[in-house]
């Protein structure tokens, strides 16, 4: 699960390291994002990557009535109503790490070689779902779910292939460290750069 996330660099840094041709909404860095904040994730439209903001909680253009959906299983998302009919729209969240909970204590979860991430994720019209896997060997102490993390390597084919789930295997362990934080990041409204230092 992925229930609160971290982005905390700046559109040009974005911009620069995943060579984007188009920034169409910029967002303020946030260190506490939750479900229903607007997000900014990558597109990919006419051959160009694009920067657009979609708010984090999926609900299907077919039926805008239903509940919003933060979370999709990559197991069954296929299967699901859904979902399957808008798997081909694609996108990459950026994020720069996230949070998990286990015993009511909070971890921040970041790269090891604090490089932005990637996650996976599908949108209904201004409406995304973060693409939840199994987790690697390290994260499973913490939670048995994590964000399916795309790897830069897979960029262009995760958008091009039609099998795109082949590129949303838990990323190697060693990819990724984490630390216990404050209880304050419990709070949304608490969104400050030392909510993310290790205690």
């Not at 990557?49 to 990559?74: D, E, M, T």
């Not at 990459?92 to 286990?102: N, R």
């Not at 216990?180 to 030392?194: G, L």
């Amino acid at each position: 699960m992925c229930g609160r996330f971290v982005r905390f660099r700046k559109i040009e840094e974005i911009v620069d390291y995943y060579k984007i041709d188009e920034v169409i909404n910029v967002l303020e860095p946030s260190y506490n994002i939750a479900p229903g904040s607007d997000i900014l994730a990558i597109i990919i439209e006419n051959n160009k990557r694009k920067l657009k903001k979609f708010k984090w909680g999926f609900v299907p253009s077919w039926n805008k009535s239903l509940k919003p959906v933060i979370n999709a299983r990559i197991e069954t998302i296929h299967q699901k109503p859904y979902f399957k009919s808008f798997i081909k729209n694609r996108i990459l969240i950026v994020a720069d790490g996230f949070f998990e909970w286990k015993e009511k204590q909070p971890y921040f979860i970041y790269r090891t070689d604090k490089k932005p991430m990637l996650f996976s994720g599908i949108y209904s019209d201004e409406t995304c779902v973060i693409i939840t896997t199994e987790p690697n060997e390290k994260f499973k102490v913490i939670h048995d779910r994590m964000p399916a993390i795309v790897l830069e390597e897979n960029f262009e084919n995760y958008f091009k292939d039609e099998n795109f789930f082949k590129f949303l295997k838990p990323v190697p362990s060693e990819m990724i460290e984490f630390c216990k934080v404050s209880k304050a990041v419990n709070n949304p409204r608490n969104n400050y750069k030392e909510i993310i230092n290790c205690i």
